[in-house]
């Protein structure tokens, strides 16, 4: 737990001052339950190798020899799954919404810290234990009437044990038939997964694989069924005191015409927003607006040409029957008729008549609802919006929607298709519109962060495990989780909305972990048939599975009892994306394994990285004389950890091939 808190002041000093990013709200203090769950699976690797030492006589009487193992074993496997979880998070940073992109590297930022302590604090602390403080840990408690006392191992006690480990690693430099497994060492939990465990899947793989197809098949057909999000995250449940103030507002009381109908701003004079100043990851700056230099409505021409684009607008199939379209050429022309003054207005004096119309409420009142953008102090007329009502509900499809804006377009397209100068730039916009663009941002960065982190994911099985074969079964089931995922998010009757789309990205790291971990050990094991094989891997590696999944769940869990729903829907899809990370790896994948799993170097990229190899340095010298070195057997008084023998100049990659499968033959349990 101390790990996991230290490494946020150092990710946030990163996260600030190398990427520039000061953005952080309540959202990204989310990436602590998922660090807490990461942290965990990383202790759990770490500390599981550790104590398995214990199966080894020789490994167990030397802590240092004893951490050497364990270091080289887990730092690997927790490597593997820490780059597949920060590239993960990392996908988020192309998003176009800045919230869920800058979570991303907050994220990514802080499970890399985390990896980096755990590979170099963390083994300190527990040589420090091992050393200083296990010799005085409680080994009994002894009561004494109505007093209770620790009592420490004797000092005779500790100096026995001082002996026996210096007559151990005597018999560790002349006996290197002690690394050996110890079966009455291994565990219960270890014993269950591969006697019982592995027999039941054995058993009935076909049928497993069978029950997970149709599995599949459900989800894709609910995926598919998914629907994008209609309006604002809602932050509080409806049974909360708020949220039923709001409907009792919004369903109990009568509703104008512009409460219900959709409205569609036509505007000229702008042409666009300038963000060349403004950081991204600012939220309090909306940048700066381009006005449109051409943009020139003073000429009669122009004055006429409006009053005819308000009556084509007005004229539109989705207007509403009645004042639907308030239009500031139309009210203009007004006060001049009222005033017995004509229209349109001479080209020379429309500043000074303009001048004079804002100066009336009706132009008071206009340029407050942003119809006429005039600057008095400047005597200019930078914009004009002309608004309509439109028969359509904002509660309308993402598809309804999408067929209104593309009318709206063609409109568009055909009111600036004129040879009137100065008013042929206009564009249209409403606020339903930006929900569009963040729906379509939601879906894509969702699909390219998906895209981006299975594809690296594949990357890192493939490297993981030197496996083709492996590497697809593991891509297969972490898309099965996907899709499972994707499944129960529309039987919960969820939109595709920014928890979903964050949640999606991030579930590839977590079905990476356990996956890489079991395909690593597969490959990497020393027997050559597949039951075997799978029989060693979930001997080896089921119970820090299970154990990093029960920590990432019970760090999801605690919020389920969160109030504001975007966290409780955070949390149910962490637990359900560890639920089923947990069960497609250790069912499916397994069962998969069983049946057509390969065997001896079969889907291997070793033979091809050795044929390359040899190909590169077919002209160097010493490949047998090196092997030969290799192969002699070392006299009793080497020390297989403390004095290595280094490869000699000249050795390549096919002699190392060949004394790793020496050393694999005689000390596979050692070394790999």
């Known amino acids: 737990l101390l790990q996991a808190v230290s490494a946020f002041p150092v990710s946030w000093v990163i996260y600030r001052g190398i990427f520039g990013i000061g953005y952080y709200t309540g959202f990204h203090m989310l990436s602590i339950f998922i660090l807490l769950g990461i942290a965990a699976d990383d202790f759990f690797i770490f500390n599981d190798c550790w104590n398995q030492c214990l199966v080894y006589g020789a490994l167990s009487v030397d802590p240092y020899q004893r951490m050497a193992y364990t270091y080289r074993r887990s730092v690997r496997a927790m490597l593997t799954t820490t780059s597949t979880n920060v590239v993960a998070f990392m996908g988020n940073a192309i998003s176009k919404l800045m919230p869920i992109a800058s979570f991303g590297i907050f994220a990514g930022v802080l499970l890399a810290v985390n990896y980096l302590i755990t590979i170099t604090v963390f083994p300190c602390l527990v040589l420090i234990q091992e050393k200083l403080l296990k010799p005085y840990v409680c080994t009994k408690i002894q009561c004494y009437k109505y007093v209770c006392c620790c009592c420490c191992r004797e000092k005779a006690e500790e100096l026995e044990e001082e002996r026996d480990l210096e007559n151990s690693k005597a018999n560790l430099r002349q006996k290197e038939d002690d690394y050996s497994e110890s079966e009455e060492n291994y565990g219960p939990l270890e014993i269950f997964f591969s006697e019982y465990w592995n027999t039941w899947i054995q058993t009935g793989k076909y049928y497993v694989l069978a029950f997970f197809g149709i599995v599949l098949i459900v989800n894709i057909i609910l995926a598919s069924q998914i629907e994008s999000l209609k309006e604002a995250e809602q932050w509080l449940p409806e049974d909360h005191e708020v949220m039923e103030t709001i409907s009792m507002v919004r369903d109990d009381f009568s509703k104008s015409s512009s409460d219900w109908n959709l409205k569609v701003d036509f505007i000229w004079g702008i042409d666009g927003v300038d963000y060349s100043e403004v950081s991204r990851w600012d939220a309090s700056s909306p940048g700066d607006i381009k006005w449109d230099s051409d943009f020139d409505p003073t000429s009669e021409k122009a004055q006429d040409r409006f009053i005819d684009i308000c009556k084509e607008i007005e004229a539109h199939e989705r207007a509403i029957e009645s004042n639907a379209v308030e239009c500031p050429m139309n009210a203009f022309k007004g006060w001049l008729v009222a005033n017995k003054r004509k229209f349109p207005v001479p080209q020379n004096e429309f ?139 529309k039987m919960a009757g969820w939109q595709f909305g920014f928890s979903e789309s964050v949640a999606c990205v991030m579930l590839i790291g977590f079905s990476v972990d356990y996956v890489v971990h079991l395909g690593g050990h597969y490959c990497h094991c020393k027997e050559t048939k597949r039951d ?116 000699p100049r000249g050795a390549t990659f096919r002699s190392q091939a060949q004394l790793l499968n020496l050393l694999r033959d005689k000390y596979f349990k050692v070394v790999v």
């Open 351 to 489: 500043a000074s008549t303009l001048k004079d119309f804002a100066q009336t409420p009706v132009g008071i009142g206009l340029m407050k609802s942003n119809l006429l953008g005039y600057e008095s102090s400047k005597n200019k007329l930078w914009m004009i919006k002309i608004s309509l009502a439109v028969d359509a509900n904002h509660d309308a499809s993402p598809k309804e929607m999408w067929d209104i804006y593309e009318e709206f377009e063609d409109l568009m397209d055909k009111l600036n298709s004129n040879d009137t100068k100065g008013i042929n730039n206009g564009f249209q916009t409403s606020e339903e519109w930006s929900w569009l663009d963040t729906q379509k941002a939601i879906t894509s960065s969702a699909v390219n962060g998906m895209l981006v982190s299975v594809s690296f994911a594949f990357i890192v099985l493939v490297f993981a495990t030197l496996n083709i074969i492996i590497s697809i079964y593991s891509t297969l089931t972490i898309s099965g989780i996907i899709v499972c995922l994707l499944g129960t998010i």
């Open 532 to 647: 075997e094989r799978v029989k060693s891997t979930l001997k080896s590696i089921a119970v820090s599975i299970v154990g990093g999944a029960i920590t990432t769940s019970l760090a999801g869990f605690a919020l389920f009892f969160c109030v504001i729903v975007f966290f409780y829907k955070f949390g149910v899809i962490i637990v359900s994306s560890i639920i089923y990370s947990l069960f497609w790896s250790l069912c499916f994948f397994v069962a998969l394994c069983h049946s057509i799993g390969p065997e001896g170097e079969k889907g291997s990229l070793i033979p091809m990285l050795v044929w390359m190899k040899e190909k590169c340095c077919s002209g160097c010298e010493g490949d047998e004389e090196d092997f030969e070195v290799h192969k002699k057997p070392r006299n009793s008084k080497s020390n297989f950890y403390h004095e290595p023998q280094r490869r």
